[in-house]
């Protein structure tokens, strides 16, 4: 799941940035109104983490944008704020919880994972599946052929990446910048590795194989024609 992220302080931002993403969900930062709203108007996020002073256009501005533009992601607002008329104003406006800054991690993780269980209507709708493989977006689990696989944060963002777009053919580029959040350099060889331990779990005990290279284009995740 993919979390947007608008702090215009550095160190909150990061220690959101770094503390979602080791969580297994993949983030990404504004750290100005203008930039937030753009982000969250063209991106496909799941769910928006929204502090409420910040340059250029203030978090009210945002959502208030964001709900007229038909923008329905849940919205956290993360603010020092703490008057009652704030939080009324943030929820009358359209955000779906309100967190007073400082904030203890847990709990804005668990708000975080309640949040994306309610936007997705029910837990169903959170559970991806190809043939016998299934991946429980809010418990964040993965199994195959009813037996439970471990993975790292990183391994289950890029399984989660490849059950959405399957039959896809991923390119290496992408799957760097959704997974990594960085810039595809064709000297490293991180993308390769991670596949391969992917596949270790996912894919060499078990038929058919489901995860397949593409020389010279990428990985695709998809159920072979043979079975």
């Not at 969580?23 to 930062?29: I, Q």
């Not at 340059?55 to 020092?80: C, S, Y």
């Not at 804005?108 to 559970?127: D, H, I, P």
């Not at 989660?160 to 959704?178: H, K, M, N, T, Y």
Request: net charge negative; charged share 30%; aromatic share 6%.
């Amino acid at each position: 799941m993919k979390i947007l992220i608008v702090e215009d302080e550095p160190k909150t931002g990061d220690y959101l940035k770094q503390g979602l993403s080791e969580s297994g969900f993949v983030t990404e930062l504004a750290v100005n109104g203008v930039d937030g709203l753009h982000l969250a108007l063209t991106g496909d996020f799941d769910l928006l983490v929204l502090d409420v002073m910040l340059p250029g256009l203030n978090g009210w501005q945002i959502l208030e944008q964001l709900r007229h533009g038909g923008k329905d992601m849940p919205v956290l607002f993360l603010t020092a704020r703490d008057q009652v008329e704030d939080r009324v104003k943030g929820l009358e406006l359209g955000a779906d919880d309100y967190l007073v800054k400082p904030f203890a991690f847990s709990e804005l993780l668990a708000r975080v994972r309640t949040l994306l269980r309610r936007g997705k209507g029910n837990l169903e709708a959170s559970v991806l599946h190809v043939a016998d493989l299934e991946l429980d977006l809010l418990r964040r689990r993965v199994s195959r052929a009813g037996r439970r696989i471990d993975l790292t944060a990183k391994e289950f963002a890029l399984l989660e990446l490849l059950l959405r777009r399957q039959a896809e053919v991923l390119p290496r580029s992408l799957i760097a910048s959704q997974v990594w959040d960085m810039n595809f350099d064709s000297d490293t060889n991180v993308i390769e590795v991670a596949m391969r331990r992917l596949r270790a779990k996912v894919d060499d005990p078990f038929e058919p194989k489901l995860i397949r290279t593409v020389r010279g284009m990428g990985y695709v995740l998809e159920v072979p024609d043979c079975a």
